[in-house]
């Protein structure tokens, strides 16, 4: 258990120091480099433990002890800075801090006891009036992680959804990246729940076994972390982040309320909807990778909210589908052209405007039922 608390302690401490050397942090950045020390310092009092420091310094017990509660708002807090519009953390974003400071006053009378004193008096408390606080926080303990990492997972698909109004491509590595870590939390906190079972419902574990298989699975977070971090490299680098453009205005009413009080009338949404589909065609901006409706718009000489609307009601879409649609069909005019059977599959689709290959063949599939090759197999069949 030693070793797997230094490996882990050690991983931690350095990814967080590679985020501190970054020169342009942003907020995102310095929140993921307190995450990971808070991470290192968790790891290092299971080492503590081991080593009997809370035995000569009682007010550790205190410090590390509600810990746990720490990561779910971390984890909910870095989310929230790559996703939302203002970027800022707001004051009332720290209350989700506060059961973790709730959690240490139960242990402030014990704290100031001697080591030993301390430790067997806590061991003590299996029931009694002065057993519910521990109780609650043992609670807290089992189950904040996992309510947190469900809670960003449904924000993460909300911004996904208002992505798609926005974003002509949804290949974001920094939403894969935020997936990743909701799955990594959301897998910890269910081995603390199940290994707490074990040990006290069916005896399956000792406490040091259920100990060495939480940490273990810590410390292997902390190692995917860093995995996913280097293959991402704009999480250690000053490369920047592709999800630091992805923020958008975080609507809380539905469109139909939003649209009734844009202003325009049916036959101004009609005149510029024959605008829009005039200049798709003859400019074709769906060649830019990187189309936003802020982009688009401001083209057409529209605000994002009237073209979002004009495409929700007479296209019947949202702005990625619509884009993508004049992408796939570009697409499959050029592979019928005999003058581009020279190319490849992706060499086409980057030239209509897809940014990869994985973004094309998710699309094309998504929109055709077809993979790319599928789709090329039955127009050799057809021929």
Same mark, same amino acid.
């Given at each position: ?135 609650? %926080? ?5 189950? &904040? *992680?996992?309510?947190? /990492? #469900?809670?960003? =997972? ?5 911004? @996904? ?73 704009? %999480? ?5 982040? &592709? *999800?630091?453009?992805? /923020? #958008?205005?975080? =609507? ?5 309320? @939003? ?125």
């Amino acid at each position: 258990m030693e070793a797997i608390s230094i490996i882990g302690m050690g991983l931690a401490f350095f990814f967080e120091l590679l985020l501190l050397r970054k020169k342009d942090k942003s907020i995102s950045d310095r929140i993921l480099a307190v995450w990971m020390f808070i991470i290192g310092l968790h790891l290092f009092s299971a080492y503590g433990i081991a080593q009997g420091f809370h035995l000569r310094w009682p007010l550790l017990i205190m410090i590390f002890a509600p810990f746990p509660m720490l990561h779910g708002p971390f984890l909910l807090l870095y989310l929230m800075s790559l996703t939302r519009e203002s970027r800022k953390v707001r004051w009332y974003d720290l209350i989700h801090f506060l059961p973790y400071l709730l959690g240490t006053i139960p242990f402030l009378p014990y704290a100031q006891l001697p080591g030993a004193e301390a430790m067997s008096k806590l061991e003590s408390l299996e029931t009694g009036a002065q057993s519910w606080p521990f109780l609650m %926080i043992g609670f807290g303990i089992q189950t &904040s *992680g996992l309510i947190y /990492a #469900v809670v960003s =997972y449904i924000l993460l698909q909300r911004h @996904r959804k208002r992505m798609k109004d926005q974003f002509s491509d949804q290949e974001q590595v920094s939403l894969e990246w935020l997936r990743y870590l909701i799955l990594g939390i959301g897998i910890i906190y269910v081995v603390v729940m199940a290994s707490v079972w074990l040990e006290r419902t069916s005896g399956l574990l000792s406490p040091d076994w259920r100990e060495f298989l939480i940490y273990t699975t810590v410390t292997l977070f902390v190692f995917l972390f860093g995995y996913y971090g280097i293959r991402q490299e704009s %999480i250690f680098t000053d490369q920047p982040l &592709s *999800g630091r453009k992805t /923020a #958008v205005p975080d =609507y809380s009413e539905p469109d139909i309320e @939003r649209y009734q009080r844009s202003g325009l009338k049916s036959e101004q949404i009609d005149q510029y909807y024959q605008r829009l589909l005039e200049f798709m065609e003859e400019e074709k901006p769906f060649f830019e990778s990187r189309l936003s409706l802020n982009q688009l718009a401001e083209h057409l000489g529209l605000s994002p909210n009237h073209l979002s609307q004009i495409i929700n009601e007479r296209a019947n879409q949202n702005f990625y589908q619509l884009v993508n649609g004049y992408r796939i069909r570009c697409f499959k005019e050029k592979l019928q052209d005999p003058a581009n059977a020279h190319l490849t599959l992706l060499a086409i689709a980057l030239d209509c405007g897809f940014n990869s290959k994985s973004s094309f063949n998710h699309t094309f599939k998504k929109m055709t039922g077809h993979t790319p090759s599928q789709y090329q197999q039955l127009l050799r069949e057809q021929s």
